[in-house]
Nanobody, 116 residues
Framework: QVQLVESGGGLVQPGGSLKLSCAAS????????MAWYRQSPAKQRELVAS???????NYADSVKGRFTISRDNAKNTVYLQMNSLEPEDTAVYYC??????????WGEGTLVNVSS
C-alpha cells in the first residue's frame, strides 16, 4: 500500500527556514518523480518544486533561489529546504509522487505558517 507522510511544517518568522520531509512507503519511491505542491486559502494548488528519478529539478519562479528539493532513495524520502521564508509562502504543503502511466499519489499535507 502506497503512503506519503509529510512532516516538518510549523510556525516560522519571516526570513526563517524550515525543512519539510516526505516519507514514501509501498516500494514506489525509486520509480517516481517526486514533488511538493502548496495550497493557500482562495488559491489553487500550485507546484513548488519537483525532482525526477535522475535528480533533475524544477522550481516555481516564486521560490527559485530560496527553496531546494532533494531526495534520498535509500530512505525513500524527499525533502524541501525552505529558506528566506515570506508570509506569501504560508500554505499547506503537499507531497506528490508521479508514477506516470501507473498513476500518482498525494500526502495529506503539512501546514507552513510564516508570521511574526
Amino acid at each position: 500500500q502506497v503512503q506519503l507522510v509529510e512532516s516538518g511544517g510549523g510556525l516560522v518568522q519571516p526570513g526563517g527556514s524550515l525543512k519539510l520531509s516526505c516519507a514514501a512507503s509501498g516500494g514506489i519511491f525509486p520509480f517516481a518523480t517526486m514533488a511538493w505542491y502548496r495550497q493557500s486559502p482562495a488559491k489553487q494548488r500550485e507546484l513548488v518544486a519537483s525532482i525526477s528519478t535522475s535528480d533533475n529539478t524544477n522550481y516555481a519562479d516564486s521560490v527559485k533561489g530560496r527553496f531546494t528539493i532533494s531526495r534520498d532513495n535509500a530512505k525513500n524520502t524527499v525533502y524541501l529546504q525552505m529558506n528566506s521564508l515570506e508570509p506569501e509562502d504560508t500554505a499547506v504543503y503537499y507531497c506528490h509522487a508521479d508514477l506516470h502511466v501507473l498513476g500518482d499519489y498525494w500526502g495529506e499535507g503539512t501546514l507552513v505558517n510564516v508570521s511574526s
